[in-house]
Every structure is written in C-alpha cells, then in structure tokens.
C-alpha cells in the first residue's frame, strides 16, 4: 500500500508540475483530489484528509510556482508590477481564506472546491474572443488589486494556488493577452499560496490525528514526493506552453478542470 500511495503522489506530482508550467495553475487542481483519496483510502478522517490535502498542495505550489515563474520570465510573459500588486492582496486573502477553511467541514469545502473549479472552467471555455493585443489591456490598479484579492480568498479556501481563478479574471476584467496571464499567474500564485500555507501551518497546529511528520495541516513527507517531479516537469511545461497551440492549452484546461470540479461537489454530497 506504501508503495503505491508513493507512487501515485510521485505520478500526481508530474502531472501538476507539467500543468503548472503550460496553464499556470499552480497544480492543486489535481493534487488536492488526488491527496484527499490517498489519505482517506488510509484511514484518515475526511476532515484531517482535506485539510491536510489542501495545505499541502498550496506548499508544493511555492518552488513549482519559483520555477514555471522564471521560465515565463525569460520570455518576456511575465508583467511584474500587476503580478506584485495581486500578490500583496492575494497573500492577505489567501491568509483569512486558510483561517476560515480551517473551521470548516470537510463536506463544505468538498463542494466549495468543486464549485470553484467548475465556475473557472465554464468561464474560460465560453471565451472564444479574449484579447491578445496588450495595447488594449487595463491599467487600472483597483482591478487588479480586485482580481488578487478574490483569487486569494479562493485559494485559501480550496488550496487552488490562484491560478485556475486568476487567469480567467484577468482575461476578461483587465483585458490580458493569454500568455501573459499564464506567465503573471504563475508569479502571483507565490504570493497567494504562501500566505495560505502560513494560515494552514498556524491553524492546524495542536490538531490531532494529522498524518506523521505533519508541520500543522501541511505534511512533509507528501510534500517531497509531489515536489521533486513537480519541480522539474513545471520547467518543461513552462517551455512547451510557448510552443503548444492556443486551443489545445484551452481545451487541457477545460477538460480537466471540468471533470475535477464536478468529482469533487459530487463527494462533498456523498460525505
């Protein structure tokens, strides 16, 4: 059995490290499922299996999220002064977002995930005209203090480094080109999923039951499976999103985001 729970989180780490770097979505999208399986097939309780799920996929977003960041950055799709400004509002967000995750029933949160992973993904499969003339882009610093702010409350909440809700935000709010909101995504999400690894960190500290080598509701010994392939493939799908067709970028994310958004309202129902 550890052998495959091993296996399962060094696969799942891959995958989300690949997605990570071509879509920009941090990768908790798939590792916060995944984890809530693997923990609950171990005996875990859903309410620690969730939490625990959910902390952890925020902190393998940090050195995925450093890596597909300075990759995008080396092509120029990074826009550093909006991707800072969402970051400072996101960090704060994603901080209260933790904080009230924390109190929260599992079932809850099950459903709050799925909903917000399948709103995003309606959301950016109806698209068909996004702008990809960055003369018409926004700079209106409110909407993007907005789009931090709303991304890092969500992302508190369900682990979703930002991403998956900050793309589309930025697209149709603030007129974003495509590549340059995947590439300022994934340098904001550092800012999010670190102020949501702090509150999981701080909220979780004295629960009992937590999984071995547990750092409050993060644990490290998942963390590393995830994050070493994670690492690695986040470089090479940073790489291939500036080579990959526009359509097939949008059809991966629609597609997966879809099927996990309604798994997880369906489990949050059955709990």
């Known amino acids: ?6 296996a399962a989180l060094v696969l799942g780490g891959a995958v989300a490290g690949s ?12 590792l916060v499922p995944l984890q809530f399986y693997l923990l609950t097939r171990l005996g875990y309780p859903p309410d620690i299996a969730l939490k625990t799920a959910i902390a952890t996929a925020l902190f393998f977003t940090l050195p995925t999220s450093l890596s597909s960041a300075y990759n995008h950055s080396k092509r120029n799709t990074v826009l550093w002064k909006k991707g800072l400004l969402m970051g400072v509002f996101g960090f704060v967000f994603s901080f209260a977002g933790g904080y009230i995750a924390s109190h929260l029933n599992a079932a809850y949160l099950s459903i709050i995930f799925g909903v917000v992973v399948l709103g995003a993904s309606l959301k950016f499969t109806t698209t068909k005209n996004a702008n990809e003339d960055p003369e018409k882009m926004s700079q209106n610093p409110i909407i993007y203090a907005v789009c931090g702010s709303l991304m ?6 369900t682990g979703i480094g930002g991403g998956l809700v900050l793309i589309p935000l ?14 300022t995504s994934s340098a904001t999400i550092i800012f999010t999923a670190f102020g949501g690894v702090i509150s999981y960190i701080i909220n979780g500290i004295g629960v009992e ?17 995830l994050v070493i392939p994670g690492v690695i493939l986040a470089s090479v ?10 359509k097939y ?14 798994g997880m309202i369906l489990k949050g129902f059955l709990m």
Do not use: C, E
């Open 1 to 6: 059995m550890f052998l495959f729970f091993l």
């Open 19 to 30: 997605f990570s770097g071509m879509l920009g979505i941090g990768g908790s999208i798939l």
């Open 152 to 157: 890092g409350l969500l992302s508190g909440l």
């Open 170 to 183: 930025v697209i149709f709010l603030a007129k974003m080109p495509l590549r340059q909101a995947i590439g």
């Open 209 to 225: 039951g937590l999984p071995p080598y547990s750092f409050g509701y993060v644990n490290l010994i998942m963390w590393i499976a």
């Open 237 to 246: 799908g940073a790489k291939l999103s500036h080579k990959l067709n526009q």
């Open 249 to 262: 970028m949008r059809n991966a994310f629609t597609v997966i985001t879809f099927l996990v958004g309604v």
